[in-house]
């Protein structure tokens, strides 16, 4: 009988205790493998520096919140930023000169209560946002990761004067929203306890998205202009316009706080922020048109110090608007909350794994002292003591060996948890099933230390007396 064997034939006589052990290893070392894919995958998603912009434009204020606002579509938007800050980024504004691609957003809807609605423009998705369909060279395109560009797989891009949607990627398996379905907006989140805001407006959708792995597969996105004829949302505007200038506030009641709507005979409609034309387009009213807001700006500089010109400006300028780099802000972010919380648990899971070698040492130990007879009836028959230390040293490898592999498939199973509520929470899955590169040279410190921590019962086993045990048995 070789000697796997014989370790095998010992860890099967003692099968309780060899499976408590082995569990205790499993676990530990899951743990230690799950925080290990976990931390490397909360930098990808939180410290990542591969937007495929260098700047967020939006109200002064926390640039974390604007970017987890923006980016990630969580928390509350810090503010709204006059429309007219768009218009200097384009040709002929004095920030030209600074931007490629600029594309304006505006958010405060959802749908449901719970998946944000964005109004935004068509050349979000590559389009001219003339309304005539046109594709948008390349590189005049937004992308939203190096290479990575926004793309309609099923249906079209909205025309940009219609009540028109396009469904983030996710949202028809989320929600009963497909091609052609008609929806309503529901203003912010319900409290608990309270009906929801249900906007009279309603939206035709037109088009999904192809799938992007971020948090824009759960977002449904409006024309930029039909986030404007909501009357609420005209309230908010005018009462903006009133503490930016110095206005008396406006009264709000009425048409200011619900739709009345009058129809002529060629069927234009009349509302309260807009007029619907025959044929169903937009013309959002003068007096609103000229006072509108947005709650962020995606921005593609032209390089060099082009980002870090356009926030000087801005925040020089005198108005409430700023400007930061997205990747910077995250990578801060990560710094500064993450990376030493992961440091902390990789030191409690160090301590778990090595409670699980001394786990070995005494299940080993106890073994030993259980087999003193097993031990000097080997010896009689020849064995050495050299063979009597590997035969020990090699089954708590063996164990370690087992539990480590049982342990990194746990502790990925536990990742695959963490990508699911990181899905729930922020729209994006992580990359659970990838190992890291650190994964054999922690499942190697295992069984190393495992072979330490068999040598105190193997030294025992080393000294077992031949003749008193034999005579004893």
């Not at 938007?77 to 600074?98: A, M, Q, V, W």
């Not at 749908?111 to 003339?130: E, H, K, M, S």
């Not at 590189?139 to 990761?145: F, H, I, M």
């Not at 609420?232 to 706080?257: I, S």
């Amino acid at each position: 009988m070789n000697l796997i064997q014989l370790v095998v034939k010992n860890m099967r006589q003692r099968a309780l205790s060899t499976w408590l052990t082995l569990l205790s290893v499993t676990l530990g070392v899951g743990l230690a493998v799950a925080i290990i894919v976990l931390g490397r995958e909360s930098n990808a998603l939180f410290g990542q520096n591969s937007f495929g912009f260098d700047t967020l434009i939006g109200k002064k204020a926390s640039t974390l919140q604007l970017t987890i606002n923006t980016i990630y579509h969580l928390d509350q938007s810090p503010g709204n930023i006059p429309f007219e800050t768009y218009g200097r980024l384009l040709k002929g504004g004095d920030l030209y000169k600074f931007a490629r691609i600029a594309v304006p957003t505006v958010v405060g809807d959802t749908y449901q209560g719970v998946y944000r609605i964005v109004g935004t423009l068509p050349c979000l998705f590559g389009y001219a946002n003339d309304g005539s369909g046109k594709l948008l060279p390349t590189e005049n395109v937004l992308e939203y990761k190096p290479g990575e560009r926004y793309e309609i797989d099923q249906g079209r891009v909205f025309q940009p004067d219609k009540f028109e949607a396009i469904l983030g990627s996710d949202i028809p398996k989320l929600t009963d929203l497909t091609l052609g379905s008609v929806f309503q907006a529901t203003h912010g989140t319900a409290g608990a306890g309270q009906p929801a805001d249900v906007h009279a407006e309603k939206w035709t959708v037109v088009g999904i998205l192809k799938p992007t792995h971020t948090a824009a597969d759960k977002v449904v996105y409006i024309a930029l202009n039909s986030f404007y004829t909501i009357p609420a949302h005209g309230v908010g505007l005018r009462v903006q316009h009133a503490l930016r200038t110095g206005l008396g506030l406006p009264t709000v009641g009425g048409a200011d706080a619900t739709d009345t709507v009058t129809i002529d005979p060629d069927g234009t409609e009349h509302h309260a922020n807009y007029d619907l034309t025959p044929d169903k387009r937009i013309k959002l009213h003068p007096d609103l048109s000229s006072i509108l807001s947005l709650s962020a700006i995606l921005v593609d500089s032209r390089g060099g110090d082009s980002e870090m010109n356009i926030d000087y400006i801005l925040k020089n300028d005198g108005s409430d608007v700023m400007a930061c780099n997205p990747a910077s802000v995250m990578r801060d972010f990560f710094n500064v909350f993450l990376k030493p919380s992961k440091e902390m648990l990789l030191l409690m899971c160090s301590l778990v794994t090595i409670v699980a070698a001394i786990g070995i040492l005494v299940s080993i130990y106890n073994s030993v002292s259980a087999r003193t007879r097993e031990i000097a009836i080997l010896r009689a028959l020849g064995a050495t003591r050299g063979k009597i230390i590997a035969l020990i040293c090699v089954e708590a490898a063996l164990i370690a060996a087992v539990g480590g592999v049982l342990g990194i498939v746990v502790g990925h199973l536990i990742s695959f948890g963490g990508s699911e509520f990181a899905y729930e929470q922020f729209g994006q899955r992580l990359h659970w099933w990838q190992p890291d590169l650190s994964e054999p040279a922690y499942l190697a410190g295992v069984i190393v230390l495992a072979l330490l921590a068999g040598l105190v019962p193997a030294l025992k086993a080393y000294r077992t007396p031949v003749a008193t045990n034999l005579v004893a048995a």
